[in-house]
Nanobody, 120 residues
């Protein structure tokens, strides 16, 4: 169906930058939205940023002005450029794809997650 593979996580100092990538394969033409979520132990998974097939972006308040989400022209790759990183940005970041089948039912697909650690 849809397979998502993230890359680009790592360890950075506070104030630094990091770029994440997510490549989608499978039923990529049925994907309506791709985005990034993050999760830390004991906390709910939360939306970081998303982008629709039409290019409309959405950002969580805590990353506005610092992170940028974008997509390739083929819409099979989504990127997250993370600038001015803070220690509280430390989390596992997951790529997400939302699609709709021919019956109009929605589905979510997830990548394996990539660790982002920001040290102070």
């Amino acid at each position: 169906q849809v397979q998502l593979v993230e890359s680009g996580g790592g360890l950075v100092q506070a104030g630094g930058s990091l770029g994440l990538s997510c490549a989608a394969s499978g039923s990529i033409f049925s994907i309506n939205v791709m985005g990034w979520y993050r999760q830390v132990p004991g906390k709910q998974r939360e939306l970081v940023a998303s982008i629709t097939s039409g290019g409309t972006t959405n950002y969580a308040d805590f990353v506005k002005g610092r992170f940028t989400v974008s997509r390739s022209s083929a819409r099979n790759t989504v990127y997250l450029q993370m600038n001015s990183l803070k220690p509280e940005d430390t989390a596992v970041y997951y790529c997400n794809a939302k699609l709709e089948d021919v019956a109009g039912l929605g589905y979510d697909f997830w990548g394996q997650g990539t660790q982002v650690t920001v040290s102070s």
